[in-house]
């Protein structure tokens, strides 16, 4: 079983920096894609970025040129660097691992982590 351990967090003002980290259980981590979503209060979980093994990622257009997704194989661990945060970045911020084995994808969830940015 795959477990995501996940860190960081917390409240910070408009226009500051938090940076998340999310380890990852087991020996297979490089070959999942990762990913950060989110979730503000009474909204549905939306998809924040990705970043696949051969590190190409993908961002939402909301935090374009101002979060950067990273990963380091060899600690079983992705980042993401929050900058120039915003009111509206507020939200839970889970990480994903996700990958297809001969058709059967597997999914698993970190425990979600606050994120809270005062104006």
């Known amino acids: 079983q795959v477990q995501l351990v996940q860190s960081g967090g917390g409240l910070v003002q408009t226009g500051g920096s938090l940076r998340l980290s999310c380890a990852v259980s087991?020996?297979?981590?490089?070959?999942?894609?990762m990913g950060w979503f989110r979730q503000a209060p009474g909204k549905e979980r939306e998809f924040v970025a990705s970043i696949w093994s051969t590190g190409m990622t993908s961002y939402a257009d909301s935090v374009k040129g101002r979060f950067s997704i990273s990963r380091v194989n060899a600690e079983n661990t992705v980042y993401l660097q929050m900058s120039s945060l915003k009111p509206e970045d507020t939200a839970v911020y889970y990480c994903?691992?996700?990958?297809?084995?001969?058709?059967?994808?597997?999914?698993?969830w970190g425990q979600g982590t606050q994120v809270t940015v005062s104006s």
């Open positions: 087991g020996r297979t981590f490089s070959s999942y894609e």
């Open positions: 994903a691992a996700d990958r297809w084995v001969i058709g059967i994808r597997s999914t698993y």
